[in-house]
């Protein structure tokens, strides 16, 4: 995908903090699609997200959005942007319908009849205050606002976090339903479980740079867990890409073909991406 092409493209992407440095991040969503954003804490999510988004200045590197810069395209850019936060406040002891008020103005592109339907397809209630409402209806109340300005590509920064397993899981429908529907969705989360119920693709950040850029069914494919009782034998250590200490042994993370006939598991996501943190350690 190019800078023209993509509904997100960055590239080569630099910010440097006292003990922490995002180092050249560069990829491109494709539109249509549910990317991943995954690492641990301190590996560089957040500050990607706010590079990309402006709320940080970027040492280097360039950012587009459709082909948009957002220096000097910044109101054209945020009609096709949705942002959605778990951590997102808004007033409140305010109604909805007020809220919306108020967004509504900021916004040329916003369809009233779009915004009704997300509203009765969530199943929210204007005279509601933000304060009445589960984290789960704030999050898809927040996507509700940013669907009925059209926004093409929405950027959803641990959308699931803090939600129980029922709330998560309807989110994790309606984002695929959003997907069929031709949005772009950028996910930075540390709930590696609802990826790999979405996710078309996944960039592992790891110590501020992409470790991994790949298709999900790439990813998770290209790795096999097994168990050991007791010590990790010398043969094993020397394939292995991260150990884990469980109750009565450790489990050993082995590419694919390094694992055949070891009796070794198809790994989830979250138990790739901390072997592959422990990466050196056998």
Known sequence: MTGNDAPLFVRGLCKRYPGFALRDVSFALRPGTITGLIGRNGAGKTTT?????????PDAGEVRFGGLDMAGNARAVKQRLGFVSAGMTYYTRRKLRTITDVTRSFYDTWDEAAYRR???RFGLDEDKTPAALSNGMKIKYALALALSHGAELLILDEPTSGLDPVSREELVEVFLSLREEGKTLLFSTHITGDLEKCADRVIFLRRGAVAVDQPMDDFAGAYRLIRCPGEVPPALRALALGTCAVRDGHTV??????AEGLGARIPALDEIMTHLEREGEA
């Open 49 to 57: 997200l706010n590079s990309i988004l402006g709320f940080v200045h």
């Open 118 to 120: 997300c509203m009765s």
């Open 253 to 258: 993370l082995l590419r694919r073909e390094d």
